[in-house]
């Protein structure tokens, strides 16, 4: 390796270091109110948008110290509630115990973590116990449960009535307890959690009703460049990586990687070469926000997508312009898919245009229309008559049958790089 070779300023495959870490101040603040008054917040944002990274920044002593406050006091424990699978509330509190004998360096309290895990079944109340020890050593426990939404699917091993005793032990354990004067709970999770899960505990109350609730939004204009910082570049590719990527870190950060390692090695690219290499290494967030998606979401993105596809593939046979009316009663939909970040509306000569914040997923849904066979058009029918005239559906069927059955209309992925394209040569 020749020593000039520079390294990709680029991190792709994990939570990003604090000190790379950009943007979103204000949660930084808000979490630290919460830390400071031992008291809970509860983080949401989709696939990539940055809920490891977070947790992550808030482990960082000079973080604290930032906020003046002492982090020797704190006993910090992150836990990834996706590691527990399926979700056995014994094994969290068993990892969650572990840990903080882990982290702290106080034999009293040590001893207690120990002694508690030679017992076969760790619960609630084992943790408790030790918090109790730990308000003791004028200390606290700062849990950071990553993907907490993990803990609301239910299982075999893990019922429906599980899922309401561990999620009443939790409010308990930090709201209600004794003990919750020393312990502030951090929990992210990809939508909000009050859409998942039961809405009540088993003893009659919301069991979310404990936390502050904060989006993680995306990063801004600003906060776009200083990611973006690593690699010169002119205004034009600056707004092409925007069209792919909008400001979700994890998307900004894989085009940086990319391009980065691309001029690097010399290598040409063009547009259709770095979507797929673009799609393969990022195809898990878009499956993902897809399957996040329920039924009338998916319809609602599926419509969206096909009325922003008269730009992109000449010689359309169809015109779906009075589609656009539907988007008017579908106002609260349309909202939630915007808050998580992947559509966005711009105002247009006093018309609400929805476009896609990620072309790419705009793609992504495309590819799901065109893979569309009879059976799944069945089903789809069902959701659009829900909100559509039987006109309109069958245009929409006529759309996606000629799509299917045309597959060369949409055969290359580099209509969707879109303003990049020219620069990729
Ligand atoms: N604030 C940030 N500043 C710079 N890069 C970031 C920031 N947040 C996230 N990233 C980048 O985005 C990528 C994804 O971040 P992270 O894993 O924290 O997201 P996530 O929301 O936990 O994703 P998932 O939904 O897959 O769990 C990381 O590789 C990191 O490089
Ligand atoms: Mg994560």
């Given at each position: 390796?020749?020593?000039?070779?520079?390294?990709?300023?680029?991190?792709?495959?994990?939570?990003?270091?604090?000190?790379?870490?950009?943007?979103?101040?204000?949660?930084?603040?808000?979490?630290?109110?919460?830390?400071?008054?031992?008291?809970?917040?509860?983080?949401?944002?989709?696939?990539?948008?940055?809920?490891?990274?977070?947790?992550?920044?808030?482990?960082?002593?000079?973080?604290?110290?930032?906020?003046?406050?002492?982090?020797?006091?704190?006993?910090?424990?992150?836990?990834?509630?996706?590691?527990?699978?399926?979700?056995?509330?014994?094994?969290?509190?068993?990892?969650?115990?572990?840990?903080?004998?882990?982290?702290?360096?106080?034999?009293?309290?040590?001893?207690?973590?120990?002694?508690?895990?030679?017992?076969?079944?760790?619960?609630?109340?084992?943790?408790?116990?030790?918090?109790?020890?730990?308000?003791?050593?004028?200390?606290?426990?700062?849990?950071?449960?990553?993907?907490?939404?993990?803990?609301?699917?239910?299982?075999?091993?893990?019922?429906?009535?599980?899922?309401?005793?561990?999620?009443?032990?939790?409010?308990?354990?930090?709201?209600?307890?004794?003990?919750?004067?020393?312990?502030?709970?951090?929990?992210?999770?990809?939508?909000?959690?009050?859409?998942?899960?039961?809405?009540?505990?088993?003893?009659?109350?919301?069991?979310?009703?404990?936390?502050?609730?904060?989006?993680?939004?995306?990063?801004?204009?600003?906060?776009?460049?200083?990611?973006?910082?690593?690699?010169?570049?002119?205004?034009?590719?600056?707004?092409?990586?925007?069209e792919i990527?909008g400001?979700?870190?994890?998307?900004?950060?894989?085009?940086?990687?990319?391009?980065?390692?691309?001029?690097?090695?010399?290598?040409?690219?063009?547009?259709?070469?770095?979507?797929?290499?673009?799609?393969?290494?990022?195809?898990?967030?878009f499956?993902?926000t897809w399957?996040?998606a329920?039924e009338l979401e998916q319809a609602l993105l599926m419509l969206i997508a096909l009325y922003q596809l008269k730009g992109r593939v000449q010689k359309t046979r169809y015109d779906l312009s009075d589609i656009s009316t539907i988007f008017s009663q579908k106002e609260r939909e349309l909202n939630d898919l915007e808050?998580r970040y992947v559509i966005q509306r711009t105002l247009e000569q006093e018309n609400t245009n929805y476009s896609f914040t990620s072309t790419i997923m705009e793609w992504w849904v495309i590819k799901e229309i065109e893979n569309t066979?009879?059976?799944?058009l069945?089903?789809r029918e069902?959701v659009f008559l829900n909100f559509m005239s039987r006109k309109q559906v069958d245009k929409v069927k006529d759309v996606i049958n000629y799509l299917s059955?045309n597959k060369?209309a949409i055969?290359?992925i580099?209509k969707w790089v879109g303003k990049?394209?020219?620069?990729?040569?």
């Amino acid at each position: 390796m020749s020593k000039d070779r520079k390294r990709n300023p680029f991190t792709i495959g994990q939570p990003v270091d604090p000190e790379s870490f950009v943007g979103h101040q204000g949660l930084i603040d808000i979490a630290f109110d919460q830390i400071y008054n031992r008291s809970n917040l509860a983080i949401w944002g989709g696939p990539g948008m940055g809920k490891t990274s977070f947790l992550n920044l808030l482990k960082s002593e000079q973080v604290w110290q930032s906020q003046d406050i002492n982090p020797s006091e704190a006993i910090i424990v992150y836990l990834n509630c996706l590691e527990i699978k399926p979700f056995i509330a014994a094994t969290f509190w068993r990892k969650i115990i572990y840990s903080i004998g882990e982290k702290t360096k106080d034999d009293s309290i040590v001893q207690l973590t120990k002694k508690s895990l030679q017992k076969p079944k760790s619960t609630k109340e084992h943790l408790r116990y030790i918090l109790r020890k730990i308000g003791e050593q004028n200390k606290f426990l700062v849990l950071l449960l990553d993907d907490y939404d993990a803990t609301l699917n239910s299982d075999s091993r893990y019922t429906e009535t599980d899922i309401e005793i561990f999620l009443t032990e939790c409010r308990h354990l930090a709201n209600h307890s004794e003990e919750r004067k020393y312990l502030s709970m951090i929990v992210t999770s990809l939508r909000r959690l009050n859409e998942k899960g039961p809405s009540l505990t088993a003893d009659g109350s919301p069991w979310y009703n404990h936390f502050g609730f904060q989006r993680l939004k995306p990063l801004n204009d600003k906060e776009i460049g200083i990611v973006l910082s690593g690699m010169p570049m002119t205004r034009e590719i600056r707004d092409g990586i925007e069209e792919i990527a909008g400001g979700n870190p994890a998307l900004l950060q894989n085009i940086g990687f990319l391009l980065y390692s691309k001029r690097r090695s010399g290598e040409t690219l063009n547009a259709e070469i770095f979507a797929k290499e673009f799609v393969e290494a990022t195809e898990h967030f878009f499956q993902d926000t897809w399957q996040l998606a329920n039924e009338l979401e998916q319809a609602l993105l599926m419509l969206i997508a096909l009325y922003q596809l008269k730009g992109r593939v000449q010689k359309t046979r169809y015109d779906l312009s009075d589609i656009s009316t539907i988007f008017s009663q579908k106002e609260r939909e349309l909202n939630d898919l915007e808050e998580r970040y992947v559509i966005q509306r711009t105002l247009e000569q006093e018309n609400t245009n929805y476009s896609f914040t990620s072309t790419i997923m705009e793609w992504w849904v495309i590819k799901e229309i065109e893979n569309t066979n009879t059976e799944i058009l069945k089903q789809r029918e069902i959701v659009f008559l829900n909100f559509m005239s039987r006109k309109q559906v069958d245009k929409v069927k006529d759309v996606i049958n000629y799509l299917s059955e045309n597959k060369e209309a949409i055969k290359s992925i580099a209509k969707w790089v879109g303003k990049l394209a020219p620069y990729l040569a």
